[in-house]
């Protein structure tokens, strides 16, 4: 099992950015690929970006590309999304996610990000 804790949300204004955390623990020698998802009120839950843990390929969501990055700190089995450019389409609840070798998918409790316009 993989436990995920979020951190970084807040409210900002339109054009900001902003910086979320995950910090994996447990069986975290066990995973392969971690990513960021994001749920805005009323609409279902959407892909933004994911990282794998050996090789670093990325992968990112169209409405986010070029505006967003994803990167991880091995040591610390933790991985950011830095969210530049911030639109208030951008206001969602951000959540993490973690997948072992298994293939068990473990969540975070989220983060909400609100952008102002």
């Known amino acids: 099992q993989v436990q995920l804790v979020e951190s970084g949300g807040g409210l900002v204004q339109a054009g900001d950015s902003l910086r979320l955390s995950c910090a994996a623990s447990?069986?975290?020698?066990?995973?392969?690929?971690m990513a960021w998802f994001r749920q805005a009120p009323g609409k279902e839950r959407e892909f933004v970006a994911q990282?794998?843990?050996?090789?670093?390929?990325?992968t990112y969501g169209d409405s986010v590309k070029g505006r967003f990055t994803i990167t991880r700190q091995n040591a610390k089995y933790t991985v950011y999304l830095q969210m530049n450019s911030l639109k208030p389409e951008d206001t969602a609840v951000y959540y993490c996610?973690?997948?072992?070798?298994?293939?068990?998918?473990?969540w975070g409790q989220g983060t909400q990000v609100t952008v102002s316009s």
């Open positions: 990282i794998t843990w050996n090789g670093g390929r990325l």
């Open positions: 996610k973690a997948r072992t070798s298994t293939r068990a998918d473990s």
């Open positions: 447990g069986r975290t020698s066990a995973i392969t690929t």
